[in-house]
Nanobody, 115 residues
Framework: QVQLVESGGGLVQAGGSLRLSCEAS????????MKWYRQAPGNEREYVAQIISGGTTHYADSVKGRFTISRDNAKNAVSLQMNSLKPEDTAVYYC?????????WGQGTQVTVSS
């Protein structure tokens, strides 16, 4: 079956960095657009970044210039390097794999940024 497993979350001070990873299994990883979303308490899930199969990236305005998404098709993995973290980045971060009308989600990893 399909599995997306996130890791790398934790507690960090404002201005610090974290690197999230998501390992996928059960899909033809290279064909999928890989995305990161996040959800803060009381808020709807929001888009953070994506990387298509060819490597083109896109970011939400709120993270542009601070976050970098990358993928390793050989390892079926996608990463999100988060720098200059702010308290408002605190959320559960979710990995998403999308291809046409198919979409899979990971279980999420908590990121907490203290001020």
């Amino acid at each position: 079956q399909v599995q997306l497993v996130e890791s790398g979350g934790g507690l960090v001070q404002a201005g610090g960095s974290l690197r999230l990873s998501c390992e996928a299994s059960g899909i033809i990883f290279s064909a999928f657009t890989m995305k990161w979303y996040r959800q803060a308490p009381g808020n709807e899930r929001e888009y953070v970044a994506q990387i298509i199969s060819g490597g083109t990236t896109h970011y939400a305005d709120s993270v542009k210039g601070r976050f970098t998404i990358s993928r390793d098709n050989a390892k079926n993995a996608v990463s999100l390097q988060m720098n200059s973290l702010k308290p408002e980045d605190t959320a559960v971060y979710y990995c998403n794999a999308a291809y046409m009308r198919t979409s899979y989600w990971g279980q999420g990893t908590q990121v907490t940024v203290s001020s």
